[in-house]
């Protein structure tokens, strides 16, 4: 079967998985202390374009970020977050977990909007009445967002700012960075998008990797004893090393961009289809993940076919599925694709 | 260089990266409702001689120790352990982390006395004091210990009635089964040990596995909503087939026995040959983890050749080192340390 | 100066400090076990008409929240509250800090929506992804709400059968109860309120004791071992009889109620007043706070005389500011206040 | 009956009840933003020999433990204790509620031995496997301790330097501090213990008040935000004058001091007694609980006259028991415990 449900539904670039066998018997010490994941570390470095850019390697999304948040905030802060954003909804209570309120303002197309987080800010300081609240500490982005959506660098320049004049810690979750990056219509680079905020991390479960997410501090701000954060977390892998070798792998000969490209052309060719069929954009999104309207009816009889997510009931009874195009997407996917819907 | 570190420093048995490599384009839905984790489960339910075992996979020993530990105490309830044990020592606070204390007891070669633990408790429940005091909820121990030993059917035996009279959850750290299981030394079965704990975890990553755990229920007592606890400590894998399709390998044809038996007989003679050349031992093992005496020019001399792990300074200024056997050490990594002590 | 700035702004009730002399040098066990704490329990379980009540008394509102919320919850729930709930906003993220999610409604006057939250449960419970998700495991009330509104008794009925419905547990946080209780606009007695929710609190701080919360668990439903989770929470007072000897006497002879009362006339008068002066309410609250709007100007002048909150900024310029009654308000309060504004 | 049971088993000292009596309506704002708050500070500041120190008043002993230590430590750290301490047997976990480790050391007549911590730490930070532990970031000491025993000048100044060595944080757990300080056998005064630690509390539940205890930083080292750290664990009293006018009259004309060498003769007495009828102390306890050994059979006699507490089961069949005095003990108390054993 056919499958556009996600962009984690197969293995991993054959690149890696070649890696992987050609140093299956190499002795390595454990917890990221080897060689892979130092030649990881150098090149993610280059690519963010800051020689002192400080790089951690973690398994999954919501391990990273409960460990980067609860790392970074203060026992009496809270972290601010978009009502849509992955902490907000869908990590089963994991910062909150770490004892830290995720403060959540009204999404607009999955983002924040500076304004309305800066009249919050300017009246919660104003009002001594903060004392008996949780202080804001951080602002949590997704780039590209839930919902495919992406900041324009002026965005997040106003973010940047936001987060300078309030002492606020500024961090992206890159769960889908590659296909954010490779899109036409991102206006950021990586080294750009890096100085821009505190700290952020390079997804490698959904742009090529079995697993894994790299976390990249910027500013020397690393917390202390991060190694020992992580392990507090139940995030520090014993074989770090097949971290190490995974990114070192998506970033040489610019493995991570090429694959996230393509899974952008592949993205606009299914959204063409879906367009040249007539059907209605629930979102429109510039990245991989693609939302349109069907009815009941067009929904089962597609679902016989292509896997695809549920992703809201609207009110005129109609309702909205979301295709999501990944590097592992092709073009007989894509015609399969056509052809059924 | 050859490395006896430890059960960790290389990648997986050649067997799970052929069915990665297999598996790599099929395309499954996410977080281990895929056919590999089904069929694993179905095989693991047989290995343990328990049609109702409940298996769950989780990526590491931390992630899961907490996890369990976190998911089935109560809010007042604390985990007994031994001083030595992983989770007193050497996981950077995390089962504190989720709220609960371990309640610590003095070692006996890496385990708990079954009587010390039943003194303490009759003092406790007895004492009206214990109102403000953290209830004990949990006996944890792993088998094999972090000194390579193990409880005997006889100690498991007192521990499991003890746990029964006092209402406590008996839950074991399987790091290391397939070794334990595999050792000359144990005498108990894997469905003897799942019917006398409530909770046990088959480890993966030291047993040929890239990582991965797998946790078993045996009484119908697995926490509701568990996918969600999972989630909450950032353990849920976005690919869980990974998970899956590994121990499904490990446990076709028997693979895991067979493998941790191999380590069992390196490990035998890697005893021999020190005892042979007149090394002490610090920790008399039967599992997989040998303990020797050495002085610091041994140890500097060795180590030139020789990857180990230093273990603990001794009195008299000697030290005592680590040297492990896994499922891939082989023949001429024995020849090697042979020549080189 | 005279002070309208909120319910807890002098000392308690002159029989309160009466009865904390006459007892002063008797000799009771600690903790609560003693016989004014037993007296209090007595007299409370009469007043909610429920034998079976079983009540323990706390000091604080956020620590009684705290406690009882993650003392009911499961690891993996989180609480249902209105984005105006004190939980929700003005308790420093306490109940967050227990590892719990605040699901937070839009408020209306202060109150949660029955059919808002109805509908998100039947769609979050509709939707496998709530493997995902935290879990609604309670909804928390506050009666009378932050904003002095009352649900009326068909409104709590709504939301005790979507907790039936959905197996939540009910918890009204009533901090101010006995002016909820006083008001012309209660519809429900304190054997209705008992009876419709699962847990609530009396409120002893804000009516006319020193300090003092009494939380009554109306369905056999206190957790085990609550003694332990109320010190867990640093909740245990040593000297509990000042809680049983404060209960003890805001229950003897009706006086809860009669000074609740009397609060309740002063704060029909002061709403008396500043209507006819010509002031406009901000929300019609039937309870002992009272909103009106002002202009800067009005507010800086009667704040040379009398002190108040301030409670929103409003977007023509002006602002809404709270006048509190309690217990302690007196008619010369009233006096000096219609001569102020 | 005469209860030497414990040192909180009555209410306040008289002066306390007349100052809440004669303030009680007095209108002030919350939170301890009162001057009866401002006024204790300053006399505590006096008392301290530190005209910088920052002060803070809480509820209880629990509270102020999990509160100041949870504010002082980083995610990554622990508190070192003696295996006796308050914190490590008494508080159903609430350490380890915050999220921290208790770092449990071995009790010598229920103190911490500078050496083996020393020892533990060289050996802790030598070893480059503490990234996987717990840090240890403060030391924390009962002064008295849970015996009733007092470190030395000499035995602080080493742990002092021990702190400044390796970067922790001492805190003193006063809670009986002013038996300590009115002790025959004390060698430091309360500005010499001020600038030996970095943070102690002076404790009144257990030394005159109805309850409160008053933190000292003296360092300068306040956590930012402390007020709603304290909020965020349920410890922010409302009527914050309540501590504030208990403290200020504990703290005028040395009345603190007064009552607790009264205490300390009544102590001295007592044990007198004891000695002079042939009773065996279990602890030689310079302070205000004191240590006995006695046959079952004469534990029962004392019991139906005089309260005390259990304290332990000796390996002969006789057990200890604690008579302990406070500031309300009197001469008579001391004549009936007389007739009695």
Known sequence: MISFENDYNVGACPEILKRLEET????????????YCE???AKIRKAVGNPDADVWFLVGGTQTNMTVIAGMLKLHEGVIAANSGHISLDESGAIEYT?????EFPEHDGKLKAVEVEKYLEGFFADPWHEHQVIPGMVYISWPTEFGTLYSKAELKELRDLCDKYSLTLFVDGARLGYGL??????????ELAELCDVFYIGGTKVGALFGEAVVFTKGNTPVYFKNIIKKHGGLLAKGRLLGIQFDTLFTDNLYMKISRHAMEMAYKMREIFLSKGYEMYIDSPTNQQFFIVTDEQAERIGKKVAFSNWAALDDGRKAIRFVASWATNEEDLRVLEETI
Chains 1, 2, 3, 4 share one sequence.
């Open 24 to 35: 299956n018997f190499d002795k390595t010490t454990g917890y990221g202390g080897d060689p």
């Open 39 to 41: 030649a990881a570390r």
């Open 99 to 103: 004892g830290h309120k995720v403060i």
């Open 182 to 191: 490779a899109s036409d219509a991102a206006d950021v680079t990586l080294p």
